[in-house]
Structure formats: structure tokens, C-alpha cells
């Protein structure tokens, strides 16, 4: 039993694998006050049969909480966790100028994707911040994009302007809003989508003129918000909702190969 974690600065995604088979997961907030206790309480509740973990992997962009989860795991489940890296055994090259500034979740996401897809291949991560993740088709960590989240944006839009109102995210009938619900509704949802076909188009044409990539590159979605923006995405192809924690469990299997 493989238990994952991917801490992201809104959510914390916990799944438990068992082989290859993700049986269980969960998203919470991740609560940056949070202690190692109340976190070996959290998982004791949300997974009853904690006892039959046998190892724990982590990917983090948020350094506060990552030694709370390395701790937990240590004094509850008696496990020295994996933290995803960029130096671990992963089975593709980072290219990037710093590649130890690369987020852990986008590795994760990478390799996942292209063991699954292979390359040419461009990641969507729907998140507190919209990110692109470009992979060759030679399994070539080229770079990508970070923009605003959705929710982000929208709620420091709400938080500024004094006559604007939270408004659900869901996909809205038309363009035109008649009201304000509806106006707020077409601007956030449509010009994310807006947003993310323009990035990826241009990503697709320097892959080609500058990378010389015959091959059209695969275009996936993960996050929490990717079913509502690939259902109006034109660039969008598959859906991957457990995309960050299937890398992780493929990446806990790298580094054990490796060890042997």
C-alpha cells in the first residue's frame, strides 16, 4: 500500500494506491497551521486501514507543510517518505536553466504523462496557479507557463471591486451576460479558456518552428477546474483528473528500480 501526497497551496490531494490501482482519494485544504499530529489524526480518518501503508511519497510547493507530512509519516505509519525532486531517478531530462525551481506537482505531472502519452506532449494543471508543462517527444522536460488560477484571479477581482459578488464557476449559457451573475460567469469561465487555447496554440507553434516537432503534441488537463474549461476548450484533448498522483506513484517505482 503506497499512500501519495501532492501539497499544493489551496489543496492537499491524498491518494492511496494499492499496486497499481488508486483506491481512495481526497482532496482538503492544505491548513498552513496545521501540525504533525492533527495531520496523523487527518489521515488516521480518512484512511481506516492507515496500519497497511507501506510507504509514503510527497511532492510540495509548500515548504511550511512539507517536514508536517514527513513527520506524520514517520511517527504514524513508521515510514521515511520519498520527496519528489528533480534529481531523483525519473526517466526524463529536465532541461530547464534551474531545473531545482521546477514545482514537484509538475514533475509529477510530467512523468505521469509521458510514460502514459508519451511525447509530444503539453500538460493544462488547473490549480491555484494555471500552469503548462511541455514535454518532447524524446521525453525532454522543455518548460512551459505559470498564469493566475482561475479561482485566484477571480477572487481578487471579488476582493477589489466593491459592487462584484463570489459567484459559482460553472459554465455559462451565453457571452453576453444580462445580468451581473451572468457577466461574471462569462468573463471568468470563457476568457480562461480564452487564456489557455491561446497559450497552448503558441506553444504548439514554437514546438514546430523552433523544436522542429513533426509530431502534434497530445494536449491534457488536470486540477480541480479541468472538467468545467476542456468541456469549452477547442485545444484540450483528454482529461487526466488523478494525473499528479499517478506520477507520483510512477515516480515511488523509478527510485525503487533504482535502488536494486
Same mark, same amino acid.
Given at each position: 500500500?503506497?499512500?501519495?501526497?501532492?501539497?499544493?497551496?489551496?489543496?492537499?490531494?491524498?491518494?492511496? #494506491?494499492?499496486?497499481?490501482?488508486?483506491?481512495?482519494?481526497?482532496?482538503?485544504?492544505?491548513?498552513?497551521?496545521?501540525?504533525?499530529?492533527?495531520?496523523?489524526?487527518? &489521515?488516521?480518518?480518512?484512511?481506516?486501514?492507515?496500519?497497511?501503508?507501506?510507504?509514503?511519497?510527497?511532492?510540495?510547493?509548500?515548504?511550511?507543510?512539507?517536514? &508536517?507530512?514527513?513527520?506524520?509519516?514517520?511517527?504514524?505509519?513508521?515510514?521515511?517518505?520519498?520527496?519528489?525532486?528533480?534529481?531523483?531517478?525519473?526517466?526524463?531530462?529536465?532541461?530547464?536553466?534551474?531545473?531545482?525551481?521546477? +514545482?514537484?506537482?509538475?514533475?509529477?505531472?510530467?512523468?505521469?504523462?509521458?510514460? &502514459?502519452?508519451?511525447?509530444?506532449?503539453?500538460?493544462?494543471?488547473?490549480?491555484?496557479?494555471?500552469? #503548462?508543462?511541455? &514535454?518532447?517527444?524524446?521525453?525532454?522536460?522543455?518548460? +512551459?507557463?505559470?498564469?493566475?488560477?482561475?479561482?485566484?484571479? @477571480?477572487?481578487? *477581482?471579488?476582493?477589489?471591486?466593491?459592487?462584484? #459578488?463570489?459567484?459559482?464557476?460553472?459554465?455559462?449559457?451565453? @457571452?453576453? +451576460?444580462?445580468?451581473?451573475?451572468?457577466? *461574471?460567469? @462569462?468573463?471568468?469561465?470563457?476568457?480562461?479558456? +480564452?487564456?489557455?487555447?491561446?497559450?497552448?496554440?503558441?506553444?504548439?507553434?514554437?514546438?514546430?518552428?523552433?523544436?522542429?516537432?513533426?509530431?502534434?503534441?497530445?494536449?491534457?488537463?488536470?486540477?480541480?477546474?479541468?472538467?468545467?474549461?476542456?468541456?469549452?476548450?477547442?485545444?484540450?484533448?483528454?482529461?487526466?483528473?488523478?494525473?499528479?498522483?499517478?506520477?507520483?506513484?510512477?515516480?515511488?517505482?523509478?527510485?525503487?528500480?533504482?535502488?536494486?
Amino acid at each position: 500500500m503506497l499512500l501519495a501526497i501532492d501539497i499544493g497551496n489551496t489543496h492537499t490531494v491524498l491518494g492511496m #494506491f494499492h499496486e497499481e490501482k488508486l483506491t481512495e482519494h481526497f482532496r482538503v485544504t492544505s491548513n498552513h497551521a496545521l501540525t504533525e499530529d492533527e495531520c496523523g489524526v487527518l &489521515i488516521k480518518q480518512l484512511f481506516p486501514n492507515y496500519r497497511k501503508i507501506e510507504d509514503v511519497i510527497i511532492c510540495s510547493v509548500v515548504p511550511p507543510l512539507t517536514p &508536517i507530512y514527513q513527520e506524520m509519516s514517520k511517527k504514524f505509519l513508521k515510514v521515511d517518505p520519498i520527496l519528489v525532486a528533480w534529481n531523483l531517478p525519473l526517466g526524463i531530462k529536465i532541461l530547464c536553466d534551474d531545473p531545482s525551481q521546477v +514545482g514537484a506537482d509538475r514533475i509529477a505531472n510530467a512523468v505521469a504523462a509521458y510514460q &502514459i502519452y508519451g511525447g509530444p506532449i503539453i500538460i493544462v494543471d488547473l490549480g491555484t496557479a494555471t500552469t #503548462f508543462d511541455v &514535454i518532447s517527444e524524446g521525453g525532454e522536460y522543455l518548460g +512551459g507557463a505559470i498564469a493566475p488560477g482561475i479561482e485566484t484571479s @477571480s477572487q481578487n *477581482l471579488f476582493q477589489r471591486a466593491a459592487q462584484l #459578488f463570489k459567484v459559482s464557476l460553472e459554465t455559462p449559457h451565453r @457571452s453576453i +451576460g444580462k445580468n451581473t451573475e451572468e457577466s *461574471l460567469r @462569462s468573463g471568468i469561465i470563457f476568457g480562461s479558456v +480564452g487564456q489557455i487555447d491561446e497559450i497552448v496554440n503558441r506553444i504548439k507553434e514554437e514546438l514546430k518552428n523552433e523544436y522542429k516537432t513533426k509530431k502534434k503534441p497530445k494536449v491534457i488537463a488536470t486540477g480541480g477546474l479541468a472538467d468545467l474549461i476542456a468541456r469549452e476548450s477547442k485545444t484540450i484533448q483528454k482529461i487526466e483528473p488523478t494525473l499528479t498522483l499517478e506520477g507520483l506513484r510512477r515516480i515511488y517505482l523509478l527510485v525503487k528500480r533504482s535502488k536494486k
